[in-house]
């Protein structure tokens, strides 16, 4: 059989072999892994995590770059593969994918940033970078609500950003004896909030549900659609466009997000499910 | 070289493969060719064992138990004895022969009759070769 | 050609399914599962009930859509789809109380080229077992055919395993046969729980072997031999073949036969002191 | 014009067959329609049951080998046998052109190019379309007049032979003594005309449908339907896969392989929550993908009228029907 020479094209789908270098435990289900800082990434930006034999995953960089941090909650086979890691385990990384945070459209701005639960994974890159040069921001909220006190990640950052210039608020479905903050879902903190419209851009990562409701909070207090700024979830399985999964209405989660302008797929009925 | 058969033996907790481990301690010898896999009960075997054993290359599948009225769990055996009836029938009929696959009931004491069984397929399984057929090939229209 | 009496006889039935509709609509009925000229239909409004059909194309087993229901509904069942009731009905899918089933009998059903299906020709239920009101005349039950069941087992094993082979490896894994199976009731199948890895997205014909036994294996005592499945295989693939063998399996082992009352209990959930070895 | 005679398409055929892996129609006992490079080619079809495409996109593939150990390895597994296409329909022909859509763009899919750059093909006008056709409103056949190398037409004991790119005129050079030149009228005047029976509204789709999204139309319609894969996997321009690890022990490969929309596990997210948890949904992202998403994105719909999906559905949903009536009132 007569052989053509094969394209010169970079193969997309081949993942570059990456060492895990640092754990840290955020709660019982949820871990940090730090990787050596090869590529740059815009925050909010996601990678396409492997864990050969287990399979494929797209997960947030929650890190500000150059730094590269993938912060993972364990909830199918490949993100317990992934939980199960060690340091130096050889994992597969593809990316990074997406488009990022507008980070251009922030500055100047007064900047409300909402995350639920692991949610505040690809906020948190975001927050470091504008807390790194916070003179080009307005005011900076920061509203966090996670289940139970336990549930919380990225203690040591939240404990930081309390002492930063930004106003911080945390919330917790259930408290347990030790916790004195609010308790109530994440909605409950934008009425201890001076929060307005004006000049304002709103950030939210978290569930389908959390994400309705805050975006239904954000509008009481006269938010427009495109000051809302949402990071989206779906399947995914090739992270550039290709496999069809992360579609919503005609946009790819993967290539045209995870992060959309709420005008761009807020009349699709099935958005924030 | 000759293929030596690959046996995948399901064996119930308390009867079976303590009637296997008998048949260790007394020295019995029987051919080295099963591979012994501890289930709680035959009435835990979900078809789908026997059926991915032979996918993965087994030659024949042994399933042995305690004998029925013995169960340790009152009729596990009883249930499995039905399930594997129909289930022997119907590998036959797709083409894998009956002898590929056997039930038994061995007991916590018959460690002979353990090292007789495997000894038995084993040889049964060298007459009628290697099943090549449901092992897993792939990739058509390349 | 079809006998004049016959063609009356089918519009009877078509007028007297629409009656009943009418009446169990006003009735409060939530639904009636029927036949449209395209198939099945759901008719829940009274105004809609004349686009009810009745003909030698109604070949589809509407049982198969009714767990999908809560309150009550009116079905029509054929002969051979009223055994697949009784099945979901004896594993607790489906209420007895909660259907009406206007039953009919069925003189077989034609294909695209006006050729009756190959499970009408030797009919074994062409009259319901279990039905509220019944339609038509009852034509004779014919003893049911296991002819290219023992033909098969007459062949050597290795050509048993070439013929299933080659009718295998054109299965394309769209799983129209489990999806379209009245007693493949399950919520979630075990084949798409990837987290168990006991199937795989991989298509390989050892692996749709595997598929394909398992499945036939799970509804070993409950198949009623519809032919849903092989009618709805874009493959061509005859795996009626496959759930006839056990049908016939069942019957001979257990003296049992799936679909033929409400009382006798499951063989492979139940066992006796002196059942066969295997 | 140049001609193919039928007695020479065997003859072709094996020649052909010592440079390229050529693959053609042929049909099974059951009369299953598939694209094979073994048995006897098969060319009075209307269409084949299962699409071409998995020629480009396989049902299951291989991307790459892993191996762990002290050295980690990756072997990525790129296909670049040269081939042959013999004998496919024009719908089929421009599913692989919507096909190119997707796997170029900014991200280059090596596998499906890899085998699109290095297979030629050879279709065939439809003379006898199927009751279900209806691609003359997708403007994607019966005729053919782009995306293939050579064209085909059935004139009853011949072909007419027309040659729509450089590859394909260099075939038919360099394979002149299977072909002959005849003069035109006569040969014109023997070519029946195609009729598309079937038929299907494409008026202000895309308007419709964006009107649509809460009307109760949906649940109606998806009542009936069983979630199964038929549509989409006999659908020549669906293309969406599932990635999965398969490996024992050290080794092991990552595939992809054909995934529908219809399944429930398509969408279903770690974790349990799934977007599309009805079939109402399921079917509405069906039809959506493919007269309004896909337009949206890449300008063409994503059907060309192959109606295999109407043909082949075990409960007769019928998406031309669903096309035509849906209203956004």
Redesign the interface.
Known sequence: MEMESSLEIENPYLPRLMKVQKIRVETENIKTFEFEKTFGHLPGQFVELSVFGAGEVPISISSAPPNLELTVNRVGIVTNAIYDLEVGDVVGIRGPYGNGWPTDALRGKNIVIVGGGIGLAPLRGLVQMILSERKNYGKLYILYGARTPSDLVFKQDLENWSKAPANLFVTVDRADEHWKGNVGVVTTLFPKTDITPENAIALICGPGIMMKFVVKSLKALNFEDNQIVVSMERVMKCGIGKCGHCNIGAKYVCIDGPVFNYKEIANIPTELK | MKEEPRIIGFLCNWCSYAGADLAGISRIKYPPNLKAIRVMCTGRLNPLFVLKSFQMGADGVLVAGCHPGDCHYTSGNMHARRRMAVMRRLLDYMGIDKRRFRVEWVSASEGTKFAGVVEEMTDELKKLGPLKAWRAKNEKNE | MRKMSEVHEIAKIEIAIKEHASSLLSEGAECIIGYDK?????IEDLKEVDKLVWNNHCI?NLT??LP?FEGKVGIVVKGCDSLSLVELIKHNQVSRDKVFIIGISCSGILNEKKEKYKKCKNCSHPSPVIYDVLLGEKPVPKEEDHSD?VE??SLP?????????RMF??C?????C???CPVCFCKEC?I?R??SK?S????????I??YH??R???V?DMCTACG?CE??C?????VLK?YK??RK??KE??GYEAGLNLEETP?????S?D???? | MTILKKQNVSKLLDELRREYKVFYPTRDEEGVISFSNVGDVVLDYSNSTVPPKDLFLPQTETTFEFEKGAEFKLRPKVHIVKRIVLGIRPCDVHSLILLDKVFSGDFLDPYYLQRRKNTSLIAINCTEPEKNCFCSFLETGPSLKEGADIVLTDLGDLYSVETLTEKGKELVDNKSRFFEEVSLEQEIARKRKAEITKTIDLKEIAERLEKSFESPYWDKVSKKCLNCAICTYLCPTCYCFDAVDESLDFKGQRIRCWDSCMFPSYSRMAGGINPRATKKDRLMQRVYHKFKYFDDRYGNFACVGCGRCVAACPVNLDITKIVSEVRGD
Do not use: Q
Request: aromatic residues 14%; glycine residues 2%; hydrophobic residues 40%.
């Open positions: 395209d198939g099945p239909c759901f589809h198969k859509y999908d069941v098969l087992e094993h290795e050509e048993r395993f070439s013929f299933w082979e490896s054109k394309i894994k769209c799983f129209a489990r999806n379209i075990l798409d990837r987290e006991w795989s997205k991989f298509v390989s014909t050892p692996e072997l595997t036994v398992t036939a294996f799970h070993a849903e009618r709805a874009p493959m061509k693939i005859p496959l063998k056990l399996d069942v082992l257990f063989p492979l959930i139940s066992f002191e059942d066969p070895e295997p």
